[in-house]
């Protein structure tokens, strides 16, 4: 027999006020107010959360899944296992709340629904706890942000600048390779745009929503590359981090790989890197576990890599299986129809970037920049534009802005693929002798054909440093201060047998 309280109020009585009451308490204290029944859908919700949420009226989310009206909401997990959440911490239209949930049983026990309260405002000695959590949760909410833009394509194939016929081609073939699941293989000089491409094929993609990474090989020092592409397991070596550190390849997983100057890779490396594009496996520094990866790999160098396979410096296999769908990318001085476009491009990516006000070149400036060679192609360009025009206050850039910037008056350089050494432009083409002023048959040169002046000047280096060396190339190429690469596309273009 239960115990009386008075003369008229009983436990059942004073059990039954309470919860009225303490239900009361919260409906009045709380942001909002809610139950479901034990399918998960809204039986009740007070108008105050109502509003708070969007709604017209309460009526608006009866019999409707709570998942519908709050999408974050665990209602239906306290209905399934019958266990409160209390005190929990959810985002609800960008406002945190602390919130709370109890199931409702009957008589029997069984669940029959659940009930919400939405507590914040009122719980004050909370809003350093809510205040902390928000902000954390901003913090997170900014870093995921940045992740993902730093490991997606940062450029289009459109944001290679070109109106040229070999600038269109290019672009025609890089978006050809987008569609093309397979390995792809940039040529070209420093400077000339490869890691841009790179960027612009993954984008084009149907990895472009994977995430891009890219690594430079010959920024990484030979003892930590392995590390670099593969990964490292927990404690694999004295110093290594205790949580281990995943590789390129493992957070390249379903995109894209960059692997830029990759003829600057050690032979070591190079035989571990042929075993994951054949097998799509990595294993990580200190571990025995296989990790199935799906890569596409981009590779970019400006080395001559058949070269590097002939002198022993680069796997044969490795070229072959790289080398599968090769694009050449031409250096600036064999596009100048683009260099307007660029230059207009690149001078208001400089203002935007130093805050200076946008430049324009004069027509004598355009020319200067059209009869330049560029070695260094578009990077040089935009450092030669912007050196420019942190020199003058003037909105117009002539040809005397490029005059210290510029080796203007040194047309021997301009010849393509060819750099002479300081020592051998004391004379220029335009005032050789009479004597030396014709070609190795002993014909004189036509008046005013400066450019077979430079061809001929380069034929007799180039056999001249081929017979100082017995026909060494390599020495020869040092020796004229070009690549081997250079060296050899000039005896082609040339016709020139050595001994």
């Known amino acids: 027999m239960r115990p009386t309280v008075g003369a008229h109020w009983d436990v059942d009585n004073i059990l039954q006020v309470g919860m009225q009451s303490l239900l009361d308490l919260f409906d009045d204290s709380c942001e909002g107010t809610m139950a479901v029944d034990e399918q998960g859908r809204i039986v009740w919700m007070n108008d105050k959360y109502a509003s708070f949420l969007g709604l017209k009226n309460a009526e608006e989310a009866l019999g409707k899944p709570v998942e519908q009206i709050i999408p974050n909401s665990r209602m239906r997990e306290v209905v399934t296992n019958g266990k409160p959440i209390l005190l929990d911490i959810m985002m609800l239209r960008d406002q945190p709340l602390v919130v709370m949930r109890i199931p409702l049983k009957d008589e029997s026990g069984r669940i029959v629904g659940a009930i919400g309260f939405a507590l914040y405002d009122r719980l004050q000695r909370l809003k350093p706890l809510v205040s902390k959590f928000a902000e954390l949760n901003w913090a997170l909410a900014n870093t995921q942000k940045e992740l993902a833009q730093l490991r997606h394509s940062k450029y289009s194939i459109s944001s290679f600048v070109g109106v040229s016929p070999v600038s269109l081609e290019l672009k025609h073939r890089a978006r050809r390779a987008a569609q093309l699941d397979t390995t792809v293989l940039l040529l070209g000089e420093t400077g000339s745009g490869k890691e841009l491409l790179a960027h612009g094929i993954h984008a084009a993609s149907g990895r472009a929503g994977k995430p891009f990474v890219g690594i430079n090989i010959a920024a990484v020092p030979e003892t930590l590359l392995e590390a670099e592409f593969f990964g490292v397991a927990p404690g694999a070596y004295t110093g290594a981090d205790r949580k281990g550190r995943d590789g390129k390849f493992k957070i390249a997983d379903g995109g ?13 490396v190079q035989a571990k890197l042929l075993r994951v594009l054949q097998e799509q496996e990595i294993e990580p520094l200190g571990s025995n576990k296989i990790i199935n990866v799906d890569v596409r790999v981009i590779a970019a160098t400006s080395h001559d890599l058949k070269q590097l396979v002939a002198d022993g410096k680069f796997r044969s296999d490795l070229y072959y299986r790289l080398n599968v769908l090769p694009i050449h990318l031409p250096p600036l001085r064999e596009r ?3 260099l307007d476009a660029l230059c207009e491009f690149l001078l208001e990516q400089i ?3 130093t805050g200076m006000p946008q430049r324009e070149l004069t027509p004598e400036a355009r020319a ?3 009869s330049y060679p560029w070695p260094g192609n578009v990077r040089e360009l935009r450092n030669a534009l912007e050196q420019a025009g942190m020199m003058t206050d003037s909105l117009s850039l002539t040809a005397d802005d490029f005059a210290a910037i510029l080796p203007l008056d040194n047309p021997v350089s301009a010849a393509p693929g060819i750099a002479v050494p300081k020592s051998d432009l004391a004379r220029q083409p335009d005032a050789i002798p009479h004597e ?19 061809a001929e000047l380069e034929r007799k280096m180039i056999r001249s440093a081929l017979a100082s060396t017995n026909g060494n190339k390599a020495s020869a190429a040092r020796v004229l201060g070009i690549s081997r690469a250079s060296l050899y596309q000039k005896i082609a273009e040339y016709q020139i047998v050595s001994d």
């Open 256 to 268: 894209t790989l960059f692997l830029d100057e990759v003829g600057d890779m050690p032979l070591q």
């Open 336 to 338: 100048v129809g683009d």
């Open 351 to 353: 203002a935007t970037r």
């Open 368 to 370: 200067v920049l059209a």
């Open 436 to 454: 030396e002023a014709a070609r190795e048959d002993g014909a004189p040169l036509a008046p005013g054909s400066l450019s077979d002046a430079v």
